[in-house]
């Protein structure tokens, strides 16, 4: 291979390397990220639905202030937890980031636990009929007078299919998914069926996708929990106390909506002792993990490497993937187009 500094030039038709960090909760995603930006010249770009909001740093895992002026993360604290994110959002923000990696001769590395937005990034969105006022301010009432449990068990009636990938706990999207079938006469799941619009990230770059799967679930289960009691030492319920007092802020917004944070807002609400509280975090912290495993299983062209929670990938995958990327790196300390990520 050709790496002069001067191949970007020679090849400017090549794709430039990417390498996608895939993982459940607590499986060293970050931790291998940062290894890796110690040694390459790379570009972080967080694929977390949490992290994008300000505000939300505890209960989200977001790596600190002296951590991020180090290593800078791209899409973290992009957006207020009143303003709603989607999968479309990021992706427009996710190929933006990308292509300023490129720019200035850096590997994007994608790290998260959202597989969504990933599977989104790289696959493309379908066309979605635009919201509608008067139907959504319907189904808030609905929800309101009947509770969310009875919107899924409509949604079931009429795509079941959207009713058995959507959280029963998450109105925002039951509700969506309800509108989308109210305004255009299709299902979601005929929409999500449709063919993507919007550019082709592979026309762009060559993937390498990297899952760090756990090997021991009774290990991940206690990682879990020991990371929730970490985040609760932290100061998680100051932090949604102080989200509580923003009036424009409520449970149903994404933000609120996310695992850790809805148990304890609904704590602080008087709903939930502390230990109920606890207990609900880490199971649907538990349920998470499981949810992003289902993904990363159904997902071809993965490279799956075990790890142990709380340790990480063996080291010798750690050396074998810088001596892989550091083989793409040009004497001038850029990466180049057309190397391998």
């Given at each position: 291979?050709?790496?002069?500094?001067?191949?970007?030039?020679?090849?400017?038709?090549?794709?430039?390397?990417?390498?996608?960090?895939?993982?459940?909760?607590?499986?060293?995603?970050?931790?291998?990220?940062?290894?890796?930006?110690?040694?390459?010249?790379?570009?972080?770009?967080?694929?977390?639905?949490?992290?994008?909001?300000?505000?939300?740093?505890?209960?989200?895992?977001?790596?600190?202030?002296?951590?991020?002026?180090?290593?800078?993360?791209?899409?973290?604290?992009?957006?207020?937890?009143?303003?709603?994110?989607?999968?479309?959002?990021?992706?427009?923000?996710?190929?933006?980031?990308?292509?300023?990696?490129?720019?200035?001769?850096?590997?994007?590395?994608?790290?998260?636990?959202?597989?969504?937005?990933?599977?989104?990034?790289?696959?493309?969105?379908?066309?979605?009929?635009?919201?509608?006022?008067?139907?959504?301010?319907?189904?808030?009432?609905?929800?309101?007078?009947?509770?969310?449990?009875?919107?899924?068990a409509a949604l079931a009636q009429v795509d079941p299919e959207a009713a058995r990938r959507i959280d029963p706990g998450n109105p925002q999207r039951i509700k969506r998914a309800l509108e989308v079938h109210e305004v255009s006469g299709r299902t979601l799941s005929w929409w999500w069926a449709q063919p993507a619009v919007g550019r082709d990230l592979h026309a762009d770059f060559e993937l390498r996708r990297v899952a760090l799967e756990p090997t021991d679930r009774a290990a991940l289960h206690q990682a879990v929990a020991r990371r929730f009691d970490a985040m609760l030492a932290a100061g998680l319920i100051e932090?949604?106390?102080?989200?509580?007092?923003?009036?424009?802020?409520?449970?149903?917004?994404?933000?609120?909506?996310?695992?850790?944070?809805?148990?304890?807002?609904?704590?602080?609400?008087?709903?939930?002792?502390?230990?109920?509280?606890?207990?609900?975090?880490?199971?649907?912290?538990?349920?998470?993990?499981?949810?992003?495993?289902?993904?990363?299983?159904?997902?071809?062209?993965?490279?799956?490497?075990?790890?142990?929670?709380?340790?990480?990938?063996?080291?010798?995958?750690?050396?074998?993937?810088?001596?892989?990327?550091?083989?793409?790196?040009?004497?001038?300390?850029?990466?180049?187009?057309?190397?391998?990520?």
């Amino acid at each position: 291979m050709d790496l002069r500094a001067d191949s970007v030039r020679a090849a400017p038709q090549a794709r430039w390397p990417a390498l996608f960090i895939m993982g459940p909760t607590a499986s060293g995603k970050t931790e291998l990220a940062l290894a890796l930006a110690e040694r390459l010249p790379i570009s972080l770009i967080s694929v977390d639905s949490t992290q994008v909001y300000r505000g939300l740093d505890i209960g989200s895992a977001k790596p600190d202030a002296v951590l991020r002026e180090r290593h800078p993360h791209a899409l973290v604290d992009i957006r207020d937890p009143a303003d709603p994110y989607s999968a479309a959002d990021f992706r427009d923000d996710a190929l933006a980031a990308m292509d300023a990696a490129r720019s200035a001769g850096r590997l994007p590395v994608l790290v998260g636990g959202t597989m969504l937005y990933f599977r989104v990034l790289e696959q493309g969105i379908a066309s979605m009929p635009p919201s509608d006022p008067a139907v959504r301010a319907a189904l808030d009432a609905r929800q309101a007078r009947d509770g969310v449990a009875a919107l899924h068990a409509a949604l079931a009636q009429v795509d079941p299919e959207a009713a058995r990938r959507i959280d029963p706990g998450n109105p925002q999207r039951i509700k969506r998914a309800l509108e989308v079938h109210e305004v255009s006469g299709r299902t979601l799941s005929w929409w999500w069926a449709q063919p993507a619009v919007g550019r082709d990230l592979h026309a762009d770059f060559e993937l390498r996708r990297v899952a760090l799967e756990p090997t021991d679930r009774a290990a991940l289960h206690q990682a879990v929990a020991r990371r929730f009691d970490a985040m609760l030492a932290a100061g998680l319920i100051e932090e949604v106390r102080g989200l509580r007092g923003r009036p424009e802020l409520h449970p149903g917004l994404p933000a609120i909506r996310s695992v850790g944070y809805r148990q304890v807002w609904s704590h602080l609400d008087g709903e939930t002792t502390a230990e109920e509280m606890r207990e609900r975090s880490v199971a649907a912290t538990r349920q998470l993990a499981r949810r992003q495993l289902t993904w990363l299983r159904s997902w071809d062209g993965v490279e799956r490497v075990g790890v142990l929670p709380g340790k990480g990938p063996a080291p010798g995958f750690l050396t074998a993937l810088l001596r892989s990327l550091e083989s793409g790196v040009a004497p001038g300390g850029q990466f180049v187009a057309g190397a391998p990520p």
